[in-house]
């Protein structure tokens, strides 16, 4: 890239990254009780809240990876579009009321309402903390791979700092400024990120003078493949390994954004239950609008880049917004293809900026809620006061934040080369897999007990990351974690297929074959709470 470039990508980002500093440092000012720091004083309106819903949802793998699939592989690529949308209205139909009701700041919160605390919070904390690592190892990937083209600097070097820089950026937004700074820093690039998508797309329709007819068969072309560019199977037809694959990916899409814990921790940040319902409304209206804006970006970007030149970017295909933006603005060279470039450079860090702070809030709220505070129970603390133990726990979740962005830095060096759709989807196999069948399972059987928790949790958990490990996603193909060694016996490349079911078999399994019944009162109780609101905090 030219100076030019770089000296105006790098204005951007500083800008930016000096705005979310200030809301960090306003939001910090503020006492870090747990309900501040965990749930935001539960003080967001159902609008702002829906605005920080699309902001933590809509990450590096929907603008970066999503299109860049489209752009390479054409109506395949279109399936993470639909996928994603429609797993919220899952969330809306089934449990947005029923989690605000019932939790308090994280999934293991509603589980544990009708079960034994410490083996329940172990289990879901554990899972929790595993599903936020793999989705921030995907938007790692996503930054290394913008950032380094906006710069100029394509190696190695560049890419590692670039990683680095966003790990350290998302421990300070989380450790000093909590829900509140996450929430308003998820706001604001929501803002931007629409109006992004909405003029590059209005560029896009006037290049083709609205005719939607001619950017397809124009896409057609410049993607080398032809017809069967618009038609299913260029990434998975062809062999039943491919289409099962498919189905595997579209299950995970469809119920892993239930399962999600960023995404779920966003319903206690509004005061009521119907103020949750409301939120979803209004993010299915602003997630739908932007993945139908993406799929025309990634036909456009096959269509005026070329699908090879996408290719040749970054193999995974995840540069392609940026490339469309700036041959959209005059091309390379030109001052509007140079200050468009970088403006949705700039938009798409901002993106990665804001989900890896959501995702890093939700797991160390995990760690500290969830997993030490149970240790500490155990351990007998139970004299201190309850201001005391509030503040030890936002104490540990700031120490958790620096734990887990430097496990996602590290495990993301290695996955430089993947795209961050398909990472992302991973994440959602897990999330699908563990979380959501021990959630489904409590808020509607009666009869599901705590070992049928447990076997829920890891029944889908376990089968989930073994299937991952031993599939091609980390060794025996050349685009593998692992490229240099075969170790994978497992053929598909998502686990969703087999751990989803797994999941929910063995929470079935685990509850029929439980010495215990389950406890009649306590199930009332948390019928009656999660669909009044009474007893919720």
Known sequence: MTGNHQGLALVLFTVFVSVTLAITAWAGRRRSSSVEFFAGGRLFSPLENGFAITGDYISAGSLLGVSGLVALVGYDGVLYCVGFLVGFLVVLMLIAELVRNCGRFTIADVVAVRMRQRPVRIALGTSSVIVSVIYLVAQMVGAGSLVALLLGGQGAAARTWTVIGVGGLMVFYVSFGG??????????????????????????????????????????????????????????????????????????????????????????TVPTARSARRSVVWAIGLIGSFYLMTIVLGFAAAAVVGSDAVRSSNQAGNTAVPLLAMNLGGGPG??????????????????????????????????????????????????????????????????????????????????????????????????????????????????????????????????????????????????????????????????????IPLGFLAGWLGTILSPEPADEGKHAEAEVRSLTGAGAV
Do not use: C
């Not at 797309?201 to 001619?214: I, K, P």
């Not at 199977?233 to 595997?248: C, E, I, P, Q």
């Open 334 to 499: 030109t001052t509007g293809g140079t200050v468009l470039f970088a403006v949705v450079g700039a938009v798409a860090f901002a993106t990665i900026l804001a989900v890896v702070a959501g995702i890093t809030l939700a797991s160390s709220a995990s760690v500290a809620h969830d997993l030490y505070a149970t240790v500490r129970r155990r351990s007998g603390s139970r004299r201190r006061s309850k201001e005391s133990k509030e503040q030890e726990e936002v104490k540990v979740a700031r120490i958790a934040a620096f734990g887990i962005g430097a496990v996602a830095i590290v495990l993301s060096l290695y996955a430089q080369g993947q795209n961050v759709a398909f990472l992302v989807g991973l994440a959602f196999a897990v999330a699908a897999s563990a979380n959501l069948p021990a959630l489904l399972y409590t808020l509607f059987w009666r009869r599901f007990t705590t070992r049928g928790t447990l076997w829920a949790v890891y029944g889908g958990l376990g089968p989930a990351v073994l299937l991952v490990i031993l599939s091609p996603v980390v060794s025996g193909s050349p685009d593998a974690l692992f490229p240099g060694v075969d170790f994978h016996l497992f053929p598909l490349q998502n686990p969703g297929l087999v751990s």
């Open 179 to 268: 829900m509140r700074a996450t929430t308003w820093i998820q706001i604001v690039k929501a803002v931007l990120l629409m109006a992004g998508s909405v003029a590059l797309t209005v560029l896009v329709l006037v290049r083709f003078h609205g005719d939607l007819g001619g950017l397809l068969r124009s896409a057609a072309a410049g993607s080398g493949h032809g017809a069967g560019f618009l038609a299913p199977g260029l990434k998975y037809g062809g062999t039943w390994t491919a289409r099962l694959d498919f189905m595997s990916l579209g299950l995970a899409l469809v119920l892993g954004t239930a399962g999600l814990p960023h995404i779920l921790s966003r319903f206690y």
